[in-house]
């Protein structure tokens, strides 16, 4: 499923996982938006590093990951990303919860027709909305934006270098704050400026990002089968 793609299709829930396997690239860069001129690409050489480590060979989800960086040259858990049956009716909608590195629940996804996520931590509250409302998508349909605190902030991919650039739209030029990539079914990674960090918008990138290399459709559904 690419999560870039507009209206227009049908979203079934199975109850399963989406799987990375059989070397399918992640569904965000299914897509062929490039990132604009005018965006700088940023100092990469002075981001962080940080990387979702699969908990299953088999599935390689990042529904099911956790969120390390390096410390001291050590690569530690900062967030830890399980998805579970919801428990209701129907039995085939899944959760999928964020927790922080004190296991403390800080995030969720509830993996309906239209997706709802909902964000509480110390630095920022995300209120229980669609994914689509969280994540919207450009009329253009080459990037997806997120406000945060009255500012807007952008995903773009950049279908040459295999990377979502990360930036703050609100301010002129836009500042650069970071890019994710997966390259094949390999682990996502995150690259991250110590200001990102600073600014307290960890939690939410790692939310999007959730989404985003999810392989689920995150969008607004127009149309819905009701024959199966």
């Known amino acids: ?50 990387s979702f480590d699969f908990h299953s060979p088999q599935t390689r989800s990042v529904l099911n990951s956790t969120v390390l960086t390096q410390r001291a040259s050590k690569w530690v858990p900062l967030f830890f990303i399980t998805t579970t049956s919801g428990g209701g009716e129907p039995v085939s909608d899944l959760i999928t919860s964020i927790r922080d590195e004190w296991k403390r629940d800080v995030a969720a996804i509830e993996w309906k027709r239209e997706p709802i996520v909902q964000l509480k931590t110390n ?74 960090i600073v600014q307290g918008l960890l939690d939410v990138v790692v939310l999007a990002a959730t989404l985003l290399y999810s392989n689920c459709p995150i969008d607004r559904v127009f149309n819905f089968d009701t024959t199966t």
């Open 123 to 196: 630095n920022n509250e995300i209120t229980r909305q669609y994914s689509y409302q969280f994540l919207p998508l450009s009329q253009s349909g080459t990037s997806r934006t997120m406000t945060i605190e009255e500012k807007t902030y952008q995903w773009t991919h950049d279908f040459e270098r295999g990377r979502v650039y990360f930036h703050n739209v609100s301010c002129s030029p836009p500042e650069f704050l970071g890019f994710s990539s997966r390259k094949s079914t390999g682990p996502v990674k995150l690259s991250l400026l110590p200001t990102t």
């Open 1 to 50: 499923m690419n999560p870039y793609a507009q209206g227009g299709r049908k979203n079934h829930s199975t109850g399963q996982l989406p799987s990375a396997a059989g070397g399918r690239i992640p569904s965000i860069h299914e897509a062929r938006p490039h990132i604009p001129i005018d965006i700088p690409a940023g100092p990469e050489k002075d981001c962080l590093p940080f």
